[in-house]
């Protein structure tokens, strides 16, 4: 045996004397309430209502009485707030809710979108074929328009191709193609 193993059974064997004939006689004193002064209150968090409801029940108002008396017991609410709802809604209450995650990058403005044509300002009002072309009639507001195939309307708009049921016009500032239904045969 190493010397650490007699060690612990001299200490096993000696714990086991005290536990066998060591003394069990209670202690026949009894401890008896001390007196105290009463001490200056510091100042609370406790609203104004409830301190002034509190200081008619101290120690003091009670020395008359003939002895210390059990103060009026105040809300939670009023000590610390209503700290549940704080808590769950994240504001600094006692359980205040602390996020160090660090906030998104700020995302780029997307890219203004590209120019398009306006809609087409043209209704169509009939068609005809005359000598094997087609031409088409148009209205824009008060007025008129005859148009054949690569004809211009006001400068602005180049007729590409008469091809029932579509009118295939190109909006000329922006090189931009636009169809106009014209419908089937008659």
Do not use: C
């Not at 602390?98 to 780029?108: A, E, R, V």
């Amino acid at each position: 045996m190493k010397p650490r193993h007699l060690l612990l059974g001299a200490a096993l064997a000696g714990a086991a004397l005290l536990a066998i004939f060591g003394d069990r006689s209670p202690e026949v004193e009894v401890a008896e309430a001390a007196e105290r002064a009463p001490r200056p209150r510091a100042a609370s968090p406790v609203p104004s209502a409830l301190a002034a409801a509190t200081a008619a029940a101290t120690p003091a108002a009670a020395e008359g009485s003939g002895g210390p008396r059990i103060l009026a017991l105040i809300p939670r609410e009023a000590l610390v707030g209503d700290s549940e709802a704080a808590f769950r809604q994240g504001e600094s209450g006692v359980f205040g809710r602390q996020d160090w995650t660090p906030p998104p990058p700020p995302q780029p403005a997307p890219p203004p979108a590209p120019p398009s044509a306006p809609p087409l300002p043209f209704t169509f009002i009939g068609k005809a074929v005359a000598n094997g072309a087609w031409e088409v009639y148009l209205t824009r507001g008060d007025r008129t328009y005859v148009v054949h195939d690569k004809s211009l309307i006001d400068g602005t708009y180049r007729v590409d191709a008469i091809a029932p049921p579509l009118l295939t016009l190109t909006y000329l500032p922006l090189n931009q193609v636009q169809q106009l239904n014209i419908g089937v045969f008659d």
